[in-house]
């Protein structure tokens, strides 16, 4: 409660078991505090081995792809930017002191159960350290709870929560991926959250469907086996859940090596459409996965358009009053708005928030805020 009485105390911004780069390019690989960070620096076992050279030499370039490709070659990505997007989602946790947030939330995207979507995930968790939620909760309230929890007690850069259904619509969330920090009270108490954001958050899921402003928010990496039951296909050359954690200083390296060796040789690049807060970080992995040699552009891909339209939210929600009230229901808008509260609603009837359109949701939300 007294910092400035404290002079020897340094700030301590959060902790890493990989190595990252730093903003002047410069990588983090010796262990202990690192002051221009603030990072606390503990290397997980064979970490403290890894040393990217300054200038990566062709042979060596090559061989860090030929790493990544070895973990990725197997997942059946449906056009060759889908597979840059998801090399950016391994390369982000690297580059999150280089890059400041925010980010797009990564949308891992399959056509049907089976396909590989939570192993993509789970590759990315295993290479960097990351943390695993279920399905993203339907009520408002508990997104703001699990952000909070997430960014309050958990240091690890890759957050996933796992096979959502519906369509995805968060003003939380959404509030999440526009800023660099997350502030905010937990809906329901006085609690205070305010915390740096340096995760990049992730989504897996069937034909996800995702709503209102958060569409154009999103990276997707799209996967289709193209067969029935792709749960039996044997297209993957190695067990990624042993072939991963056994190799993993020299996947980290790898990508260190392509964003060292793109850096040396002049960090070219292209320019990219847009000037929102993501451009920066979509401009440089566009240019390192360039440089690597692959084909595509971050940020296309299978759905290169929104999700969900307005008029698909009002479908939705116009469906959902079909349900609760009958086709031949006559209901006032003061029962319907009592029906959308999170708490004490009498109506006798519950319209969740998953089916509440953005406007209304976010007006719920401030009425809970305030």
């Given at each position: 409660?007294?910092?400035?009485?404290?002079?020897?105390?340094?700030?301590?911004?959060?902790?890493?078991?990989?190595?990252?780069?730093?903003?002047?390019?410069?990588?983090?690989?010796?262990?202990?505090?690192?002051?221009?960070?603030?990072?606390?620096?503990?290397?997980?076992?064979?970490?403290?081995?890894?040393?990217?050279?300054?200038?990566?030499?062709?042979?060596?370039?090559?061989?860090?792809?030929?790493?990544?490709?070895?973990?990725?070659?197997?997942?059946?990505?449906?056009?060759?930017?889908?597979?840059?997007?998801?090399?950016?989602?391994?390369?982000?946790?690297?580059?999150?002191?280089?890059?400041?947030?925010?980010?797009?939330?990564?949308?891992?995207?399959?056509?049907?159960?089976?396909?590989?979507?939570?192993?993509?995930?789970q590759v990315s968790h295993m290479i960097h350290g990351g943390v695993m939620r279920g399905p993203l909760p339907t009520e408002e309230p508990e997104v703001v709870k699990d952000i909070a929890t997430i960014l309050l007690n958990t240091s690890s850069p890759v957050v996933t929560f796992d096979n959502v259904e519906g369509l995805i619509r968060s003003t939380a969330l959404t509030s999440l991926l526009t800023s660099d920090r997350y502030t905010g009270r937990i809906l329901g108490s006085n609690s205070q959250v305010d915390q740096l954001n340096d995760r990049v958050w992730s989504i897996t899921g069937n034909n996800v469907a995702i709503g209102g402003d958060m569409a154009r928010r999103c990276l997707w990496v799209d996967i289709d086996a193209g067969i029935p039951n792709p749960q039996s296909r044997t297209g993957f050359k190695h067990n990624l859940h042993q072939f991963v954690p056994q190799n993993r200083p020299r996947i980290v390296w790898a990508l260190l090596t392509l964003i060292r060796g793109w850096q040396a040789a002049g960090a070219p690049s292209e320019p990219i459409q847009g000037s929102d807060s993501y451009a920066e970080w979509i401009r440089v992995c566009d240019a390192i996965c360039k440089f690597a040699g692959y084909d595509g552009t971050v940020g296309g891909g299978a759905h290169r358009v929104s999700m969900s339209t307005d008029d698909e939210e009002w479908g939705l929600f116009l469906e959902a009053l079909h349900d609760a009230f009958g086709a031949d229901g006559v209901f006032t808008a003061k029962r319907v708005i009592a029906a959308t509260q999170p708490y004490g609603n009498d109506t006798g009837v519950d319209l969740t928030e998953n089916v509440l359109p953005g406007p209304i949701l976010d007006k719920r939300s401030q009425t809970a805020s305030a």
């Open positions: 409660h007294a910092p400035h009485e404290l002079p020897n105390v340094r700030t301590l911004r959060g902790a890493t078991t990989v190595p990252v780069v730093r903003l002047d390019g410069s990588i983090l690989d010796t262990a202990g505090y690192d002051e221009p960070t603030g990072l606390l620096y503990e290397p997980d076992p064979g970490m403290e081995q890894i040393r990217v050279t300054q200038t990566p030499t062709a042979e060596e370039i090559a061989e860090a792809r030929w790493w990544i490709d070895e973990v990725i070659g197997g997942f059946p990505f449906s056009t060759p930017s889908d597979r840059v997007n998801y090399v950016t989602f391994l390369l982000t946790p690297l580059l999150r002191i280089a890059l400041p947030g925010p980010r797009k939330l990564v949308v891992l995207d399959a056509r049907q159960p089976g396909t590989g979507k939570t192993l993509l995930a």
